[in-house]
Nanobody, 111 residues
Framework: QLQASGGGLVQPGESLRLSCAASGSIFSGSVMGWYRQPPGKQRELVALVTSSGSTTYVDSVKGRFTISRDNAKSTVYLQMNSLKPEDTAVYYC???????WGQGTQVTVSS
């Protein structure tokens, strides 16, 4: 089970940090990450991180978002800086093995 937190309402240019903790230990080879679903659109990849720290980002967040992971705590983080209105979405954390989704946390960027 994955428990996400940290969403909220912010103004353009501000920052938020999302956290997602897995209950119990996870398979060491699992990839963790974040997807998002903007209003009226399909769910899309935001960022992934392997257990060794290798990362992947969608182009639209490169240079603004940073994904990290604490293997000892089975937790993945998403630091989001310079937020834009187009970042507004429900953000879901993800675990690759077994495939598991968090409950979603709302991020709204609006002035």
């Amino acid at each position: 089970q994955l428990q996400a937190s940290g969403g909220g309402l912010v103004q353009p240019g501000e920052s938020l940090r999302l956290s997602c903790a897995a209950s119990g230990s996870i398979f060491s080879g699992s990839v963790m990450g974040w997807y998002r679903q903007p209003p009226g659109k399909q769910r899309e990849l935001v960022a992934l991180v392997t257990s060794s720290g290798s990362t992947t980002y969608v182009d639209s967040v490169k240079g603004r978002f940073t994904i990290s992971r604490d293997n000892a705590k089975s937790t993945v983080y998403l630091q989001m800086n310079s937020l834009k209105p187009e970042d507004t979405a429900v953000y879901y954390c993800y675990l690759s093995y077994p495939i598991t989704w968090g409950q979603g946390t709302q991020v709204t960027v609006s002035s």
